[in-house]
Nanobody, 126 residues
Framework: QVRLLESGGGLVQRGDSLRLSCAAS????????MGWFRQAPGKERKFVAA????????SYADSVKGRFSISRDIAKNTMYLQMNSLKPEDTAVYYC???????????????????WGQGTQVTVFS
């Protein structure tokens, strides 16, 4: 089992930056990729960014390309999401997810991930 704990959310103004963290524990050796998804009130959960643990495959949603950056600290078993130039439409609960099935591609689909964190709220006001 893999346990994921997100942190770093908050209330910020348009144009500000935030860095989300996702600390993994448990059977982290079986984690091949990690992703970030977000869910706004009344809307479905959507893909934001993902990376294989090796860093060889990285994907971003079109809506965040050029503004968000995913990275990882292998020694700390932690994945980060650096969010710059935040917009009100980025407001959502952000979830971290882990893919423990062997893969060399960072998946964009919810179904590719089998462990999820509890989420962290990001609110951007104009």
């Amino acid at each position: 089992q893999v346990r994921l704990l997100e942190s770093g959310g908050g209330l910020v103004q348009r144009g500000d930056s935030l860095r989300l963290s996702c600390a993994a524990s448990g059977r982290t050796g079986s984690t091949y990729a990690m992703g970030w998804f977000r869910q706004a009130p009344g809307k479905e959960r959507k893909f934001v960014a993902a990376s294989t643990w090796s860093g060889s495959s990285i994907s971003y949603a079109d809506s965040v390309k050029g503004r968000f950056s995913i990275s990882r600290d292998i020694a700390k078993n932690t994945m980060y999401l650096q969010m710059n130039s935040l917009k009100p439409e980025d407001t959502a609960v952000y979830y971290c997810a882990a893919d423990t099935d062997y893969t060399v591609i960072a998946g964009k689909g919810i179904g590719a991930y089998d462990y999820w964190g509890q989420g962290t709220q990001v609110t951007v006001f104009s």
